[in-house]
C-alpha cells in the first residue's frame, strides 16, 4: 500500500496533535501533590461505614486510612501484624483478663477545619475533639446493635463476654474480659480489637462516616472529584 504525501501530512499532523495535547496535560493538569484523589463510578459511589460490609470494593479500602481501631492490621516482609492504634497492650492475665492502655492526645478529624479552594487545600487547627473511652463504649454499642449483619460482631462475641469493658483507671487503662473457652494469644486479641472505632457523638445510623482519627481525612467532594 502506497502512503500518498498528502496522507503523510495528515498522519504526521495528528501524530504532532497528539504530542501537543500530552504536553498541554502535563502543564495544565491540576496540582494533586499531598492529596489522595479516588475516582469511581458514579452509580458505584462508595459507602463509608466502617462496621459494615459494602459491594464496593473501595469503600472497605477507605475505611482502613479513614479510621483507627484499638490496633490496626498492617502488611511487612514478614507478613500481616497488627499494630498499636488508638490503644496498647498492658497484660494478658491468667483469668482471660485483657489489659489496654488507651492512647491520649489523639485527635478526631473533626479537630481541624478544612478549606477546599478549587485545586487548593488548605488544613488548620479547629476546636480540639480528642478520643476517649466513651468513643470506645459508643462503638461497641453501635456494633452489638448491627447484630449479624456487622463482621467485627461476629468477631468480638466469639470472644469478649460483653460488650463493654472496665475503666479507665487513673493510668488510661480498661481491661476486656475474654471467654475461658480457648488460650488467648496476643496476636488473637489485637485482631479481636481491630475494629474501627467512631466518635460518640456520631449517629447510629449514619450513611456514611467521615470523621475518624485515622492518617487521611475526607474533604468535601469537587466536582467530581471526591
Excluded: C
Excluded at 502506497?2 to 497528539?18: D, N, R, V
Excluded at 501484624?81 to 473533626?110: C, F, M, Q
Excluded at 449483619?149 to 472496665?166: G, H, W
Excluded at 475494629?195 to 449517629?203: L, M, T, Y
Amino acid at each position: 500500500m502506497t502512503i500518498t504525501p498528502t496522507q503523510k501530512y495528515i498522519i504526521g499532523g495528528l501524530a504532532g496533535l497528539i504530542v501537543l495535547l500530552g504536553v498541554l496535560w502535563f502543564v495544565l493538569r491540576k496540582d494533586l501533590s499531598n492529596q489522595i484523589v479516588i475516582p469511581y463510578i458514579a452509580h458505584q459511589k462508595p459507602q463509608i461505614d466502617p462496621h459494615l460490609p459494602n459491594a464496593v470494593p473501595l469503600s472497605d479500602k477507605l475505611d482502613e486510612v479513614l479510621f483507627d481501631g484499638l490496633f490496626n492490621i498492617s502488611a511487612n516482609p514478614s507478613g500481616v501484624v497488627y499494630e498499636d492504634g488508638l490503644g496498647e497492650l498492658i497484660e494478658i492475665t491468667p483469668t482471660n483478663e485483657v489489659v489496654i492502655r488507651l492512647k491520649a492526645g489523639k485527635k478526631w478529624h473533626s479537630s481541624y477545619a478544612v478549606k477546599v479552594d478549587d485545586d487548593d487545600v488548605t488544613i488548620s487547627e479547629g476546636s480540639e475533639a480528642l478520643f476517649s473511652a466513651q468513643d470506645l463504649n459508643f462503638t461497641l454499642r453501635r456494633i452489638e446493635q448491627l447484630g449479624s449483619l456487622s463482621p467485627d460482631y461476629i468477631l468480638v462475641s466469639q470472644a469478649l463476654k460483653t460488650f463493654a469493658f472496665d475503666g479507665p483507671d487513673n493510668n488510661n487503662e480498661i481491661r476486656f474480659r475474654f471467654k475461658d473457652d480457648r488460650i488467648w494469644t496476643e496476636a488473637d486479641i489485637k485482631e479481636i480489637l481491630s475494629f474501627k472505632i467512631i466518635p460518640a457523638n456520631s449517629s447510629l445510623t449514619a450513611q456514611n462516616y467521615y470523621n475518624g482519627s485515622g492518617p487521611y481525612l475526607a474533604t468535601t467532594p469537587q466536582a467530581e472529584v471526591t
